[in-house]
């Protein structure tokens, strides 16, 4: 076995009986090289593995900082239409997000999936997804200002959908969406903590409201290493 894998194995073996505990901060890559008398390409490449399978998390200048637990796919069904916050609550995970960048935007390629002139005002909103603050999904979302012009200026970090229900009267209620497979970016590897590429999952929604009136394009790319979609089919 790779010396990177044997130690991966031992500080896995060390949270598990409790030796490293959760919030327990690592040793820095050069210090525990040196002590172990290996080289700091072994240590990156077992930090990296445990961080690839959640068991730890980097938090910049502070270092790699236990975990404590192996995340577990995530298996959200499709059988209706429902928010990140929804999806993850049903699963027993605390939902957070990280607004990345929030923009009124005219986009001529936006306005023509809404059906909409090309000045038509768009609310651009890229967030980061988590799910027991293990980053989940890249979204990049548009919003139909005309229909929900209460966007521009509201508090969204929490549910959109939520604040849709609430202070426009325009939450979706029905969706066209499509899955497919796709290769993340080197920015979205870094914020998945993927040292190679792994496939990942891009979904593409169209939301509308009960009258049809078309008020969310979203495309979000989900890590293909912890996301599962399931679906009940019947004849």
């Known amino acids: 076995m790779p010396l990177y894998q044997q130690l991966e194995e031992q500080i896995q073996a060390l949270m598990g009986d409790g030796s490293l505990p959760p919030g327990t901060v690592l040793p820095a890559e050069r210090q525990l090289?040196?002590?172990?008398?290996?080289?700091?390409?072994?240590?990156?490449?077992?930090?990296s593995a445990l961080r690839q399978r959640?068991?730890?998390t980097s938090q910049g200048r502070k270092g790699f900082v236990v975990h404590g637990r192996v995340a577990e796919p995530i298996r959200?069904?499709?059988?209706?239409l429902k928010s990140f916050t929804e999806e993850m609550r049903e699963l027993g995970k605390i939902p957070s997000s990280r607004i990345m960048?929030?923009?009124?935007?005219e986009d001529r390629s936006i306005s023509s999936i809404f059906g909409l002139p090309s000045t038509a005002p768009f609310l651009k909103l890229t967030r980061i997804r988590y799910g027991d603050d293990i980053p989940l999904s890249r979204e990049v979302a548009w919003y139909n200002l005309k229909t929900a012009p209460a966007l521009e200026h509201g508090d969204l970090s929490g549910s959109v959908y939520a604040f849709?229900?609430?202070?426009c009267d325009a939450r979706p209620v029905s969706c066209d969406q499509t899955v497919e497979a796709t290769t993340p970016t080197q920015q979205e590897r870094e914020l998945f903590g993927?040292?190679?590429?792994?496939?990942?999952?891009?979904?593409?929604?169209?939301?509308?409201?009960?009258?049809?009136?078309m008020v969310e394009y979203v495309e979000g790319l989900f890590r293909g290493d912890l996301y599962r979609y399931q679906l009940s089919l019947s004849c």
């Open 76 to 80: 959200p069904g499709m059988d209706r």
């Open 33 to 47: 090289a040196e002590h172990l008398g290996v080289s700091r390409v072994t240590v990156q490449r077992a930090y």
């Open 194 to 213: 993927f040292d190679e590429p792994v496939p990942c999952l891009l979904i593409k929604r169209h939301s509308y409201t009960r009258d049809r009136q």
């Open 101 to 105: 960048s929030r923009q009124v935007v």
């Open 54 to 56: 959640a068991l730890v």
């Open 164 to 167: 849709l229900a609430e202070h």
